[in-house]
T-cell receptor, first 107, second 117 residues
């Protein structure tokens, strides 16, 4: 099945730094969602986007639905150790997931 | 409230065997989706069921099948297991197939870890 391309593949940052990651697709999607997955657990929804150009925040997390509807971005401000995990984007009623961005926060 | 529950949590099978994985959605959720997540990759969509009918199917061979019961629980069956079927199998539920725009997204269970030897 199709997988969305996420970048970067992995990130190692200092606690307190901001984080940016993105997700691109060759297809247009009407929905973009961002999930976080901890080891041994299923993904947990962070943010959902339903409109091109939409910018949505959830605490320190901000996500944007790209104007072309082929991409989305996730930003995490002032990272903390519990932000560690793998972040996935998903599009198209969640039929398609990204390849994941692994985030490591160094205290 | 109970979340999405999956059973068993871990399973070891031999090549060629058959396996049945089970999922109970959140109470009130009528849509169930199944995903395969190979280590180091994102979830791959297998099936979506809504009101006991198949609403979507991913690019998986016919060895994979599923069904949804009147109580909205679901089973994923895999026949003639291959080594490559080893993965975390995730179930996700939602109010409806769109993910429920008013309650966006799906809620995932913790998965069943299948190892084929």
């Amino acid at each position: 099945g199709q997988q969305l391309n996420q970048s970067p593949q992995s990130m190692f940052i200092q606690e307190g730094e901001d984080v940016s990651m993105n997700c691109t697709s060759s297809s247009i999607f009407n929905t973009w969602l961002w999930y976080k997955q901890d080891p041994g657990e299923g993904p947990v929804l962070l943010i959902a986007l339903y409109k091109a150009g939409e910018l949505t925040s959830n605490g320190r997390l901000t996500a944007q639905f790209g104007i072309t509807r082929k991409d989305s971005f996730l930003n995490i401000s002032a990272s903390i150790p519990s932000d560690v995990g793998i972040y996935f984007c998903a599009g198209g009623n969640q039929f398609y997931f990204g390849t994941g961005t692994s985030l490591t926060v160094i205290p | 409230d109970a979340g999405v529950t999956q059973s068993p949590t871990h399973l070891i099978k031999t090549r060629g065997q058959h396996v049945t994985l089970r999922c109970s959605p959140i109470s009130g959720h009528k849509s169930v989706s199944w995903y395969q997540q190979v280590l180091g990759q994102g979830p791959q969509f297998i099936f979506q069921y809504y009101e006991k009918e198949e609403r979507g199917r991913g690019n998986f061979p016919d060895r994979f099948s599923a069904r949804q019961f009147p109580n909205y629980s679901s089973e994923l069956n895999v026949n003639a297991l291959l080594l490559g079927d080893s993965a975390l199998y995730l179930c996700a539920s939602s109010l409806d197939p769109t993910g429920g725009l008013a309650n966006y997204g799906y809620t995932f269970g913790s998965g069943t870890r299948l190892t084929v030897v």
